[in-house]
């Protein structure tokens, strides 16, 4: 089966641009989850949906970063305006269904200049 | 919420021996614990899980093993192989309503041929 596609693989913008990633999980897979790892620490959640509803976002920095999954496929991420803290790898996993093992994509390595 | 910790952070073994990953969590109510290994610009593989109704899972030259009781759980692998170097990361999460993967911060494992 085809993995978990994500674009772009990398990003380099200036702080407080704004930057979109875009994830297409695996076909069927009802849960979906976005990840920050950065440099030298384990991956983050920083939200997670079930369908095309959002099951938690405690963790997702609301004020510049936020995410959408129409249709329940396809999701976005978007962060308007970039700090340099945000400089990181951003992850998207999907699984069949809760309490399933969760498959990532190769994510997008995001560089703040 | 919870917290996991992994020890050691690096881990360098001779092609051959065995190498141990261990990590504890903070959260009594956590109750799946899966592991996954992350080659450098890869994405993270799941290796192996295990739930908290089993003490012991293997996978050919893998085991995970689980103390409930301390609140502990390690990773095992044996006959190490050179392709075995990668970075391997634990987790830990409630296994009831939606899971939340909680990460460790990871072990890089050498293995020198």
């Known amino acids: 089966e085809a993995g978990v596609a994500q674009s772009p693989r990398y990003k380099i913008i200036e702080k407080r641009q704004s930057v979109a990633f875009w994830c297409n999980p695996i076909?069927?897979?009802?849960?979906l989850y976005w990840y920050q790892q950065i440099l030298g620490q384990g991956p983050k959640l920083l939200i997670q949906f079930q369908n095309n509803g959002v099951v938690d976002d405690s963790q997702l920095p609301k004020d510049r970063f936020s995410a959408e999954r129409l249709k329940g496929v396809d999701s976005t991420l978007k962060i308007q305006p970039a700090k340099l803290e945000d400089s990181a790898v951003y992850l998207c996993a999907s699984s069949p269904g809760d309490r399933q093992p969760q498959h990532f994509g190769d994510g997008t390595r995001l560089s703040i200049l | 919420g919870e917290n996991v910790e992994q020890h050691p952070s690096t881990l360098s073994v001779q092609e051959g021996d065995s190498a141990v990953i261990k990590c504890t969590y903070s959260d009594s109510a956590s109750n799946y614990f899966p592991w996954y290994k992350q080659e450098l610009g890869k994405r993270p593989q799941l290796i192996i899980d295990i739930r908290s109704n089993v003490g012991e899972k293997k996978d050919q030259r893998i085991a995970v093993t689980l103390n409930k009781t301390a609140k502990h759980f390690s990773l095992h692998i044996t006959e190490t192989q050179p392709e075995d170097s990668a970075v391997y990361f634990c987790a830990a999460s409630r296994d009831t309503g939606f899971q939340k993967l909680v990460f460790g911060t990871g072990t890089r494992l050498l293995v020198s041929p």
């Open positions: 076909s069927g897979h009802a849960t």
